[in-house]
């Protein structure tokens, strides 16, 4: 049987208020083998966060079944930075290392990650005197930290202009080649999709479901504009 670090079974999803019951999954499926970076492609609204979610284990399905492989270690890289605004750079990078590696374990790793972000001359800054980018630049460095086997990634730089933003996606790409973590990416951009991942899985409008998977690897023959055309003909067909 293939190795997976991360399995999806038949997952249903449903969120129940006063208004009643919200579809917001539906008979989803997916493996992710170690070192593959997968994207979730789909539009805004359409379920992709909560699969994330479900992935974590911060949510729970209702119907279906996600499993994580065994000792597999998890980091987070949000949409919008979480940081403690009362600690600084490497605090921050250091508190989510608690437990992990101590000491001197855990200040080389520390020193390795801020240089690889190129965030060593602000190892002593706080959130408030850091720029968006920066800060996003933090929260890369926070999940890379744990040095993760499976990176679960939420539009993480969708806000950033496209200096920071190209920075950012060709820093992630680097940390990939060096540690082979494995990788769930959330994104409604195919370019970067074509760009950062293995494997596309295009969803649906809610209730996600799987429209089409494509093998961004065995495309690579094809330019990336005519593969990011091809995922954005099928989100405009699914409406």
């Known amino acids: 049987m293939k190795q997976t670090v991360l399995e999806f079974h038949g997952v249903y999803k449903e969120f129940t208020s006063a208004g009643g019951r919200l579809q917001v999954v539906e008979d989803f499926s997916l493996a992710l083998a170690p070192g593959e970076i997968a994207a979730l492609v789909g539009p805004s609204g359409c379920g992709k966060t909560t699969l ?5 284990g911060i949510l729970r399905p209702t119907r279906g079944r996600v499993s994580v492989g065994a000792g597999v270690r998890l980091g987070y890289v949000f949409q919008e930075p979480r940081l403690l605004p009362w600690k600084t750079v490497e605090e921050n990078i250091r508190f989510v290392q608690e437990g992990l590696f101590p000491g001197s374990r855990g200040a080389a790793l520390r020193r390795q990650i801020l240089e690889q972000v190129g965030l060593t001359v602000f190892r002593g800054a706080y959130p408030r005197e850091l720029s968006g980018g920066m800060k996003q630049r933090v929260e890369l460095a926070r999940a890379l930290a744990v040095q993760p086997d499976l990176l679960l990634l939420d539009e993480p730089f969708k806000s950033l202009d496209g200096e920071a933003k190209g920075e950012l996606q060709q820093l992630l790409k680097a940390a990939h080649r060096q540690a082979g973590f494995a990788a769930l990416l959330v994104t409604h951009d195919p370019d970067e999709a074509v760009l950062l991942a293995d494997r596309a899985v295009v969803l649906s409008p809610r209730p996600a479901r799987t429209l089409q998977e494509l093998d ?3 495309s690579r ?8 055309a091809a995922i954005r003909v099928l989100l405009d067909q699914a409406g």
């Not at 994330?52 to 974590?56: C, D, Q, W």
């Open 216 to 218: 961004l690897q065995a």
């Open 221 to 228: 023959g094809r330019s990336g504009w005519e593969v990011a």
């Open 52 to 56: 994330l979610n479900l992935a974590a």
